[in-house]
């Protein structure tokens, strides 16, 4: 049994993020499409999400094309079974990963972050999975009590604490 190793990059379009997790049931894509939508009703999105079994299609919905189309392609260069990638506009991920969540279908999320990605996908004779994530860039020293004052000050700036 030989297993092989691949990167696939992942970069959301400006203004975008990207979530990336694991489901098992083909009907993630009208599920997450809901849970999106119900929840963040102005973001605009595009989502892929890829079978394991049956047709082993990558199955797709958003409501927005060039999301979608984004989301569907990188979703079959990854050609990972019972995976599922989101583009997300005119939302933060915080906004809707506890709705994701909570859709009976998925099983784990990797990352919901605007840096570029690396996925780690691993091949093996029966097929390929996605075995962890690279989420941009590594730490290079501790916050100052100054960073620490532009963190909280950002964060109330931008409404997410009081």
Request: aromatic share 8%.
């Amino acid at each position: 049994m030989e297993i092989n190793l691949k990167i696939v990059k992942l970069e959301a379009p400006e203004n975008c993020n990207l979530i990336l997790g694991q489901s098992h049931f083909i009907k993630t894509v009208e599920d997450l499409y809901e849970a999106i939508f119900n929840t963040v009703p102005q973001a605009e999105f595009g989502l892929a999400f890829a079978e394991a079994s049956g047709d082993c299609l990558v199955r797709y919905a958003g409501n927005n094309q060039e999301l979608t189309k984004l989301a569907s392609e990188k979703m079959l260069e990854m050609a990972c079974g019972h995976s599922f990638l989101i583009f997300l506009k005119n939302a933060f991920p915080i906004n809707v990963t506890q709705r994701i969540k909570s859709v009976p279908e998925v099983v784990n999320l990797f990352c919901a972050t605007a840096n570029p990605v690396q996925a780690i996908v691993a091949e093996t004779e029966q097929g390929k999975g996605i075995i962890g994530v690279i989420d941009g860039s590594s730490p290079n020293k501790i916050e100052t009590e100054k960073d620490v004052e532009y963190r909280e000050k950002f964060l109330r700036d931008i409404g997410y604490k009081f």
